[in-house]
Every structure is written in structure tokens, then in C-alpha cells.
């Protein structure tokens, strides 16, 4: 579908946010923050996809580590919201939505991830200049508020299928979102992703609340009541 104007509700410490009538109450500001990616519980948009470079974790040893161990979480130990201090949400410091737009602003968690996807229905959208998707439209079932998603860092990646058959090429564009909710493993987070797949024909946007690697560079769309 062609891209249309978001839904604009009104405005809180200068950022604006649509009402999709949700029955929490929600508030969602109608643009990602800063529009980078962020690892999970760090405030700066600095990411390199890599283990040895994630704020919230050290080496277990100091041995030098080759190249091609830079993402071997096996080396490396959890320094926060890890087994040893059992915190499972993200504190008001290390919420990166908090950090930059103020209370009452703050990262959802992944239950309210959730309810935004389930609160919506979810179709693709592009420019009027352009054939490319560009992220991903939700209507909400609630109230028909709209909310845009962009593309995520998983954006047009192309993926190869084996079934008993053939290997069938498939391509896939993504939006993705972190939440303040860390995942049951102790390297994982989980974020909302939203996805379409291309296989030779057109099909509606399917996701859902996933754990992905904290190291990982996602999207933040900050919250507030």
C-alpha cells in the first residue's frame, strides 16, 4: 500500500505519540528514537553486532580473542540483568527512551510489544516515489489510529529454503523493536518483529514477540501513559 500519514494524538516533552485506544492505556510515539539501532540496555545508538563490544559484558578470561570469536558468547560473561543479579526489566538508567526523551517516556515491555501487534492489523507500506517497501502500517482494531513502522536492521534480507523438493530463494523485509523485557537465556532480549514474505506472491505482514541477541542493533519506539 501506499505510505499515508501516521495518526498524531497529541504531544508529550515535545515528541509525539498516537492513541491507538489499546486497553492498557498506551501512548506510542509516532517515531523510533533517533531513528538508530540500539543494543538492548545501552542509551548511546553505538553497535557493532558483536559480543566482545556489548556494554554488559566482560571476558572471562584475558586471553586475546580472534576475530572470528567476537560473537563466541561461550567467552564472555553477563555483568547486568543476567543470572547473577536476576533482573529481568530495565532500569529507568539504562532505558535508552528514559535516557533521551524523559519521564514519562520509557521502552515498552514485551508484553505490551505484544498488545500492539495483536491491537492492529498489519499491512506493508511504500512511497509514492518509490516501489520499495519501506516498513509497515498498523490499523488499529480499537479505534482506526494508524501507527508506521520502518524497516529494521533485518530489512530486505534474502533467506534460502530447502524443502524435500528444491532450495526456494525467499525474500523477507522486517521491522523489529526492542522491548525493556529480558529473555529467559541469559543472552537474549526480547523485541517485536514484524515481517513479509515474498515468494511469488503477495501475502499479509505475520509477527510476533521474539528473542533476539542483546548485541544485536534493533529499533526503539518509546512508550508512555
Known amino acids: 500500500m ?122 506493508y507500506f511504500f512511497t509514492d516515489t518509490s516501489p520499495r517497501i519501506i516498513g509497515f502500517k498498523g490499523t488499529s482494531k480499537y479505534n482506526g489510529a494508524t501507527i508506521l513502522l520502518p524497516l529494521g536492521p533485518d530489512g530486505g534480507r534474502k533467506i534460502f529454503v530447502e524443502d524435500e523438493f528444491m532450495t526456494v530463494e525467499r525474500s523477507y523485509v522486517a521491522s523489529s523493536l526492542w522491548s525493556s523485557s529480558k529473555a529467559s537465556t541469559e543472552w537474549g532480549a526480547h523485541c517485536l518483529m514484524i515481517t513479509h514474505e515474498f515468494n511469488g506472491k503477495k501475502g499479509s505482514a505475520s509477527g510476533g514477540v521474539y528473542s533476539q541477541p542483546r548485541y544485536c542493533g534493533i529499533h526503539i519506539r518509546a512508550v508512555c501513559r
Open 2 to 123: 501506499e505510505c499515508s500519514a501516521q495518526t498524531v494524538s497529541g504531544k508529550i516533552n515535545g515528541h509525539e505519540y498516537v492513541d491507538l485506544g489499546l486497553p492498557s492505556g498506551l501512548k506510542w510515539a509516532t517515531t523510533n528514537l533517533s531513528n538508530y539501532y540500539y543494543t538492548w540496555g545501552d542509551i548511546n545508538h553505538e553497535y557493532t553486532f558483536r559480543c566482545d563490544d556489548y556494554k554488559w559484558c566482560e571476558r572471562k578470561s584475558n586471553e586475546p580473542i580472534a576475530m572470528q570469536d567476537a560473537n563466541n558468547s561461550d567467552l564472555f560473561r553477563i555483568t547486568k540483568y543476567g543470572e547473577k543479579d536476576g533482573k529481568t526489566t530495565l532500569e529507568a538508567a539504562d532505558d535508552a527512551a528514559t535516557a533521551q526523551w524523559k519521564a514519562p517516556w520509557r521502552m515498552p515491555t514485551a508484553e505490551e510489544l505484544q498488545e500492539l501487534y495483536d491491537g492492529c492489523q498489519w499491512e
